[in-house]
């Protein structure tokens, strides 16, 4: 199968510990993102990049996340001292071309307790 | 700045009738496009349909299609035939100028009753 593969998938951790996501995108897709979503809502942008370069970040990202992707392969998500506003699900999407559809990887349910 | 309403939080519709769900969007911009997703339980995206804003007919993939009425800034998706596999929550997204990344709405839940 070569989706947009995420990693772990269900993520349970105590408030004040960091957390660390990684996804693995389609591998001819140079764009990738990450949404939140938390129950009963839609997605939430949180950052862009375009191969290496993360050319885009949401208000909704705060000091606490920071995303990487190096080599313009797979991209990671860390959250530094988990609250518990940060339960959700984190998708991520990787898609060919600007202004084309997105295609989205199972994503990773944190819990924050 | 785009902005998608979904209206209806919850959708029930009889196995094998045709149900359509509403999604209106709020742009500025002269090019756009207008997307449809699936969610299902295990909580993976699909990817339905696509509209593009200059796009003179109305998108069909199958036993999706979508209503789009560009003066009342209308995508309503339309699915045929409905299948107990179609039961899953779907989300109306868009681009817009200069938006690198899509905008949802808050979607509908679809229950497909036997």
């Known amino acids: 199968d070569t989706g947009v593969s995420q990693n772990p998938r269900h993520k349970i951790t105590k408030r004040g510990q960091n957390v660390t996501f990684r996804c693995d995108p389609i591998s001819e897709h140079n764009r990738l993102y990450w949404y939140r979503q938390t129950l009963g809502q839609g997605p939430e942008f949180l950052t862009y990049?375009?191969?290496?370069?993360?050319?885009?970040k949401s208000r909704l990202l705060s000091d606490r996340f920071s995303a990487e992707r190096p080599k313009g392969s797979f991209s990671t998500l860390e959250i530094q001292r988990t609250e518990q506003g940060d339960s959700a699900m984190y998708l991520c999407?990787?898609?060919?071309?600007?202004?084309?559809?997105?295609?989205f990887g199972q994503g990773t349910r944190l819990t924050v307790v | 700045a785009q902005k998608i309403t979904q209206t209806q939080p919850g959708m029930f519709v009889q196995e094998k009738e045709a149900v359509t769900l509403d999604c209106t969007y709020d742009t500025s911009d002269q090019s756009y496009g207008l997307f449809w997703y699936k969610q299902p339980s295990s909580g993976e995206m699909i990817f339905l349909i696509y509209?593009?804003?200059?796009?003179?007919q109305n998108a069909t993939e199958g036993r999706y299609s979508l209503n789009f009425q560009k003066a009342r800034k209308s995508a309503n998706l339309v699915i045929s035939a409905s299948q107990l596999g179609d039961s899953a929550m779907y989300f109306c997204?868009?681009?817009?100028?200069?938006?690198?990344?899509?905008?949802f709405g808050s979607g509908t839940r679809l229950q497909v009753q036997p």
């Open positions: 509209q593009g804003s200059y796009d003179e």
């Open positions: 999407a990787s898609s060919p071309g600007l202004y084309t559809e997105a295609f």
């Open positions: 990049f375009q191969n290496e370069a993360q050319l885009e």
């Open positions: 997204a868009s681009w817009g100028t200069g938006r690198r990344a899509l905008t």
